[in-house]
């Protein structure tokens, strides 16, 4: 969707409003663990989602992993944001198990919670991108993931700079899952990369050289 982290997925099956990386109830992470006095966004974030749904109208709202931002249980700031959102959304919501979600299928109400593997819906594949997919995944047309929150750094001709949250794009390759024992199809399936929905989480910059800490040059990101 233009200038908003949400995608509009057209499944086959059902239309899909997707985002990745939400990572509520970071602004008090940020308080608690860094000292950062951080205002709350979470209202900002729920009426963007909101305004999404009521625009684009789709069959289901999909969260591909991170909805929660600490590792262990939430706070009450991160799960009431999380609580207060999905009361606002009138359509089925997906969470996808990311790296921060934890035990979140525990307490969560409101939304189906899948495995850290993923879930395929028509055919498009949801994972959070952090751990090896289910096998169904790849043979998908699509696969979208998030994790790596990518972004890029720009710099204007007077040394001003700024950050912008990127959508990445390309065909996933299958050598390493066929090394890893999966029997993934003959053609790849198209993969793209979600930015991370919450634009206080960090980034990944995709328009620089990046270095194993040894000094090893590994080059630009798109080759990796």
Same mark, same amino acid.
């Given at each position: 969707m233009p200038d908003r982290p949400l995608a509009l997925v057209d499944?086959? #099956? #059902?239309?899909v409003l997707a985002l990745a990386d939400y990572h509520a109830g970071l602004e008090a992470a940020l308080r608690a663990e860094e000292g950062v006095g951080a205002a709350s966004r979470a209202d900002e974030r729920r009426e963007t989602v909101v305004d999404a749904v009521e625009e684009t109208a789709p069959d289901r709202l999909v969260v591909g992993g991170d909805f929660m931002h600490s590792i262990g249980g939430p706070g009450g700031a991160e799960r009431g944001e999380i609580e207060v959102l999905l009361e606002a959304v009138d359509v089925p919501v997906t969470v996808v198990r990311g790296n921060h979600d934890g035990a979140i299928d525990d307490?969560?109400?409101?939304?189906?919670?899948t495995d850290a593997r993923g879930v395929r819906l028509g055919e498009v594949g949801f994972a959070h991108g952090h751990t090896w997919p289910a096998p169904e995944l790849l043979r998908a047309e699509?696969?979208?993931?998030?994790?790596e929150h990518p972004c890029v750094r720009l710099v204007d001709d007077v040394g001003g700079r700024r950050v912008e949250r990127v959508w990445l794009r390309g065909r996933l390759s299958l =050598? &390493?899952?066929r090394e890893a024992g999966y029997d993934p199809p003959d053609a790849a399936p198209e993969?793209?990369?979600? &930015?991370a929905f919450n634009d206080l989480s960090g980034g990944t910059?995709?328009?620089e050289e990046r270095d194993l800490l =040894?000094?090893?040059?590994?080059g630009p990101y798109a080759r990796l």
């Open positions: 499944t086959v #099956e #059902e239309r307490w969560l109400q409101g939304a189906a919670v699509v696969v979208c993931v998030g994790h =050598d &390493p899952f993969l793209v990369v979600f &930015p910059w995709v328009n =040894d000094g090893t040059r590994l």
